[in-house]
């Protein structure tokens, strides 16, 4: 089975600055796939940012790149110069046969 | 056109009603999933649909019943629920339905039951 663990139930951030978002995971398959999705309020969800376990480089999408860590299974979001758009629900999952499994969530606020 | 459109956006129902959720995108996207979601919480698996047929069941009662007419289109029908399934229920569909998918989410349908 896999599972996904994120201890931060909320977070907060000034406006530019940067933030970290926490995600571990727990797999038994070789080959899977790492994804961060944003869930805004009353919006719907959308994929900020995939990672392929079998690539070491982290994936990066403008302001949003990851820090994986495959050995300590980690998965980690950073967002940097943080915008008041980028509140949200932000939910780590893992790609496994036929669906995703997602963690509990974080919710982080942008402080103007 | 990367979306995916849910219908009605809000419905109220009692306990002996019947009412269907619809789901329809234009992607060419194999794999279609219904999704319950309760405030705060991450979405919950129902169904998955790959290829017109139905792939997962996780273990929803038989007052939901999901369809796929075609591969555009799914559907959700709802019968004799309960006050606890109101919720946002979710669509989502994606390429070919394997772990490196990307899922693409509609907007939701918020359900209450009364």
């Known amino acids: 089975a896999q599972t996904v663990t994120q201890s931060q139930p909320e977070m907060s951030v000034q406006e530019a600055e940067t933030v970290t978002l926490s995600c571990t995971y727990d797999?038994?398959?070789?080959?899977?796939?790492l994804f961060w999705y944003k869930q805004p309020p009353s919006r719907q969800m959308i994929l900020v940012i995939r990672?392929?376990?079998?690539?070491?480089q982290n994936a990066t999408e403008n302001r949003f790149s990851v820090n994986f860590q495959k050995a300590a299974k980690s998965f980690s979001l950073k967002i940097s110069d943080s915008q008041l758009g980028d509140a949200a629900m932000y939910f780590c999952?893992?790609?496994?046969?036929?669906?995703?499994?997602f963690g509990q969530g974080t919710r982080l606020t942008i402080n103007p | 056109d990367t979306e995916v459109t849910q219908t009605p956006k809000h419905l109220v129902m009692g306990m002996t009603n019947k009412k269907s959720l619809k789901c329809e995108q234009h992607?060419?996207?194999?794999?279609m999933y219904w999704y319950k979601q309760k405030a705060k919480k991450p979405p919950e698996l129902m169904f998955v649909?790959?290829?017109?047929?139905?792939?997962i069941n996780e273990s929803v009662p038989s007052r939901f019943s999901p369809e796929c007419p075609n591969s555009s289109l799914l559907n959700l029908h709802l019968h004799a629920l309960q006050p606890e399934d109101s919720a946002l229920y979710l669509c989502?569909?994606?390429?070919?339905?394997?772990?490196?998918?990307?899922?693409?989410f509609g907007p939701g349908t918020r359900l209450t039951v009364l």
């Open positions: 992607m060419g996207h194999r794999a």
């Open positions: 989502a569909s994606s390429q070919e339905g394997t772990a490196a998918d990307t899922q693409y």
């Open positions: 649909y790959s290829y017109e047929k139905l792939s």
């Open positions: 999952a893992i790609g496994g046969a036929q669906k995703l499994v």
């Open positions: 797999t038994s398959e070789s080959d899977y796939y």
């Open positions: 990672q392929e376990a079998y690539k070491q």
